[in-house]
């Protein structure tokens, strides 16, 4: 199961390790940024599933970046970290898009009851569980369905398996090893010619400019 991609914007290196670490070690995937065109670079460049963000950082600070990324349709869930304490500062981060602000210093724990009920919530409110995939394809990403003209296609559990992997990293390249671990378990042989395979009839379904071929490193998925 790919794990939740946070991207976390602290410009205090020693906070920042400190709760990227213990977000980790909690089974995360964390990226870290110490500036605000930093975060928005990274925002940009992938798809996460939360946000947390310090205020006062250098360049666009944390209110700026989150409503510039709003306005973008970025609809990521998003937590205010900082040591503003005014009320002035509370509304101007809810009226920014922010979903739950935490003030310096907090307990680890706290911040990871916040993550996950946020994230749980989020979850559970999402209007639509189906992903846009292509013409009339589309993806039941609670019953794990993929779907053409809205009738279930059947896929091979690797195949599945494979097209949840690129649907996670969309527009990211994901290499042979990140794929050969997702498909095969530790007493399994990876195999490359299967996975050609699994690639090939994942494009006769999705399309052929959907899966794009990286030469000597793996594939990206085109949204």
Do not use: C
């Not at 809205?150 to 896929?155: N, T």
């Amino acid at each position: 199961m790919p794990k939740n991609r946070v991207l976390l914007l602290e410009d205090d290196t020693n906070l920042s390790e400190t709760v990227a670490e213990f977000l980790e070690d909690e089974g995360f995937e964390v990226d870290t940024a110490y500036t605000g065109e930093e975060a928005e670079e990274r925002l940009y460049e992938k798809r996460y599933d939360l946000l947390l963000l310090d205020v006062n950082v250098p360049g666009v600070n944390g209110f700026e970046l989150l409503k510039s990324a709003r306005k973008d349709g970025v609809d990521t869930p998003a937590i205010f970290i900082t040591s503003l304490d005014s009320i002035e500062s509370l509304e101007k981060g809810y009226e920014s898009g922010a979903d739950d602000y935490i003030r310096k210093p907090f307990a680890l724990k706290e911040l990871l009851l916040r993550i996950e009920s946020l994230l749980k919530r989020n979850f559970l409110h999402k209007p639509n569980p189906r992903i846009e995939i292509g013409e009339d394809i589309t993806f039941d990403s609670v019953g794990n369905t993929l779907y053409k003209n809205d009738e279930p296609i059947s896929l091979q559990p690797k195949e599945l398996a494979l097209l949840k992997l690129f649907l996670s990293k969309a527009g990211e390249v994901v290499g042979h090893e990140t794929i050969y671990d997702h498909l095969w378990s530790y007493d399994e042989t990876p195999s490359e010619s299967s996975l050609r395979t699994y690639i090939k009839n994942l494009r006769k379904i999705i399309g052929k400019d959907k899966i794009v071929s990286i030469k000597r490193y793996g594939y990206k998925y085109q949204p």
